[in-house]
């Protein structure tokens, strides 16, 4: 439970700065909190601040194309076939190569050309007119 005391601090800290509270509330507080967080957090916690920070170390996607790293041709969007060329899947390639875990491998034109399309169909209303009907 040590681990989670510090975060627990940080949050009663943070509860503390907004109204004011008693020697007794802050210890209980921190104590439920630690408990709290240690039932729902994974047995190897990794906070960000003991995480080693990666650098990027590839080359962000451009306006019209995503170098692949590994071979140096671009693309439109680095497909799970291409990396599979290479031996490695989509999350072993952002690994080495720095890539944040959520990240599209996809150019930004090609984004802005799905998020338009998406915008002009307007599938979420129809959802929602199926579902009232």
């Known amino acids: 439970m040590e681990p989670y005391i510090n975060s627990a601090i940080e949050i009663v800290k943070a509860q503390a700065a907004i109204r004011?509270?008693?020697?007794e509330e802050m210890s209980s507080?921190?104590?439920?909190l630690a408990q709290s967080i240690n039932r729902v957090m994974?047995?190897?916690?990794?906070?960000?601040?003991d995480a080693p920070r990666k650098k990027l170390?590839?080359?962000?996607p451009g306006e019209k194309s995503i170098t692949c790293n590994e071979c140096g041709k671009n693309f439109r969007l680095l497909t799970r076939k291409h990396l599979l060329?290479?031996?490695m899947s989509?999350?072993?390639?952002?690994e080495k190569w720095g890539y944040p875990k959520n990240?599209?491998?996809?150019?930004?034109?090609?984004?802005k050309e799905r998020r338009k399309n998406m915008n002009s169909i307007k599938l979420w209303e129809k959802r929602r007119k199926h579902s009232e009907e």
Not at 20 to 23: L, R, V
Not at 29 to 32: A, K, R, S
Not at 57 to 60: E, I, P, S, V, Y
């Open 20 to 23: 004011s509270m008693t020697e």
């Open 29 to 32: 507080m921190i104590h439920t």
């Open 42 to 49: 994974p047995e190897s916690p990794v906070y960000e601040e």
């Open 57 to 60: 170390r590839g080359k962000l």
């Open 85 to 87: 060329s290479h031996g």
């Open 90 to 94: 989509e999350a072993e390639y952002k």
């Open 103 to 111: 990240m599209s491998l996809v150019c930004k034109a090609l984004q």
